[in-house]
């Protein structure tokens, strides 16, 4: 009866830890969509448009780079923060 009650309670917090991620990628696309405008204003007022299109390639290479970087670190430092829940949740009482 204990694995009945669990069950629903897993896929609860499973459901819960999707959505959370869900909204939060939400609000980060919409941050950086916000950045995006910003961004692509100083380089229209500063670089003019025909010269630009290099800058900006060159731009969006930098920024993907640092998003990927950023992104493998905190994915390990998440995996990090579960396996220690996890290990402090499991043991012996």
Known sequence: MSN??????GIIEEILDKLGSLVTAAFGLVAALAWN?????????VFGTQQALPLMFGYAVIVTVIA???TLI???AV?????????LGHRPS
């Open 37 to 45: 405008e910003a961004i692509q204003t100083i380089f229209r007022d």
């Open 79 to 87: 995996t990090k923060a579960k396996e220690k829940t996890s290990r």
């Open 74 to 76: 905190i994915a390990r």
């Open 4 to 9: 009945d009650g669990e069950k629903p309670k």
């Open 68 to 70: 990927v970087i950023l």
